[in-house]
């Protein structure tokens, strides 16, 4: 079973992010795109009950059909800090990938991998903890800029640190719907992150992954007793 530290305070979490952000592979083209078993990752929180449930959905990604899905459901073991929010999530994200049945060539998070404020969002977390492939798709481009992309799905623009470093692309993966932004994670480029973004969205804004995990993991919250 796939594990992390849980840090004691915010300084120690920055510096475990420091010390994996060297781990971080960035020059493997990853699986192609069309091709393998792609699972999906997204939580919900009950702030109320101090839960969060996260789930894992695996498509095939020829016929982008379900082979397996997998919830998990724990405490919140760190609290809400910006930049630091894999602490909250990886813990049950990892025990929903754990529990699958079948093991994901690629891992597409809700979220953010090289696009985030310390270069180091859930996306490449994940990926250098459990050595698989992974992306982030997200649904705003939180601190970055970009010039917006043409009209046309496929469409896509740099998306731009403060500094001006290329760190994803805003991505149309609808005719005229707004982008979504992805980014690398981990063991995979950029050119097939986006590629495989669009595969994953044949009929709306967000990949079928997340979708899919969107909707197991809120079912998994209302479930839990």
Known sequence: MTTVKTPAD???ARAIQDELRDRVVLDEPGPLPGRGLIAGVDVAYDDERDLVAAAAVVLDAATLEPVGEATAVGHVSFPYVPGLLAF???????AALDALAVAPDLVVCDGYGLAHPRGFGLACHLGVVTGLPSMGVAKNPFTFSYEEPGARRGDSSALLAPDGAVVGRALRTRDG???VYVSVGHRVSLDNACAHA???SPAYRIPETTRRADSLCRRALREAS
């Open 10 to 12: 915010e300084a120690e």
């Open 88 to 94: 909250r999530e990886l813990p049950t994200v990892l």
């Open 177 to 179: 719907v707004k982008p």
């Open 198 to 200: 669009l595969a994953l």
